[in-house]
């Protein structure tokens, strides 16, 4: 087959309508919630979401949240106060440096860092990148450490200081869905999860963090298709053309250096190809690289879904009870 990025072409106005039908629905009738609580970050993925809220609810019953803390980019929160004066929407900020502080989300992370850089400290910035993949090797990760000076450090980290730095550092995530089940709860709203395809299907989320919601209205739409979605609800240029971060890390960070193998318009192209079982050959051919290289990343995508599963499984119960399993019926 000739396989070409028409694939991932949408009608974005009949998807926008399919999804606000969806989010009345789903809050109105079978939530039986009054409105919808969605964090902003300055993303294309939470600005499309806040926008899709407020055309299937208004801006009246649309709570948007900004929770930034000290590491988070000032970038992200002025594209983020843009999106909601777009929208016609007050946001509701609350900083959550100080519950991070008070968690140890910082104090851990630094201690699991100054293992491998004994000389990290005040001053310092890092962040996480995914290594190997790409290559055919077993993929990895290497600690990247900035000086106050700017002088680089990068290492490989073993096993256990990245475990600790990454869980260390979801402490952010889930402290943020704690803030946006209060304000959900105070409300009688519902909360929507902003993870699109390549996320919700490579497992790129925090369990009982950005993971959790109530509704996730964009979790079918590659990333792609979300930014056509931007560009269709005629959300600011600069968030509808903006680069995906991961904003976690003190150093600026993209989601194909911490996650992805490819940026995320090629990511999207070979999972969807992987969805639909196009030859590693095609794949090859329409992202220009070798044949193997294909088959990496097709590899690359299995080992991804391997890996994360347990991120999508339900607690695991001794028995089934079928009065509550039937109500996803």
């Known amino acids: 087959m000739s396989l070409g990025w028409e694939v991932l072409e949408l009608d974005a106005a009949a998807e926008v309508a399919r999804i606000a039908a969806m989010l009345r629905e789903g809050i109105a009738v079978t939530l039986h919630k009054r409105g919808a609580v969605v964090a902003i970050s300055g993303g294309v993925d939470s600005a499309v979401c806040a926008a899709l809220a407020v055309q299937a609810l208004g801006p009246d019953r649309v709570l948007a949240l900004m929770l ?20 016609g929407i007050e946001p509701l900020e609350e900083d959550i440096t100080a519950t991070l502080e008070a968690i140890g ?8 860092v100054r293992q491998i850089l004994p000389g990290y400290g005040a001053g310092w910035r890092m962040k996480l990148v995914v290594a190997g993949a790409s290559d055919g090797r077993i993929t990895h990760f290497n600690l990247v450490a900035e000086t106050p000076e700017g002088v680089r450090h990068e ?3 073993p096993a256990r200081q990245y475990l600790e730095i990454v869980a260390a550092t979801s402490f952010k995530q889930r402290i943020r869905k704690s803030i946006e089940y209060f304000h959900a709860d105070r409300l009688n709203y519902a909360v929507l999860g902003t993870p699109n395809r390549l996320e919700y299907d490579q497992g790129f989320f925090v369990k009982n963090g950005d993971g959790t919601a109530d509704l996730k209205p964009i979790a079918h739409l590659y990333k792609s298709q979300v930014y056509a979605l931007a560009r269709h609800l005629r ?4 968030i509808a053309s903006a680069a995906p971060t991961t904003d976690t890390y003190s150093l600026a960070q993209g989601q194909d250096e911490f996650y992805f193998a490819l940026p995320y318009r090629e990511m999207d192209l070979a999972l969807w190809s992987s969805n639909h079982g196009v030859p ?12 193997e290289a294909a088959r990496r ?3 690359d995508i299995a080992a991804k879904r391997r890996a994360t599963r347990h991120l999508h499984r339900r607690p695991i119960l001794v028995d089934p009870i079928p009065e509550i399993e039937d109500l996803d019926a």
């Open 68 to 87: 930034p803390e000290r590491e988070s980019s000032p970038a992200s929160a002025a594209r983020a106060r843009s999106l909601a004066v777009h929208l």
């Open 105 to 112: 989300c910082y104090r851990r992370r630094d201690e699991a």
């Open 155 to 157: 290492a490989r980290l």
């Open 235 to 238: 959300l600011p240029d600069e």
């Open 280 to 291: 590693a050959e095609d794949l090859a051919r329409a992202l220009q690289v070798s044949s």
């Open 297 to 299: 990343i097709y590899a």
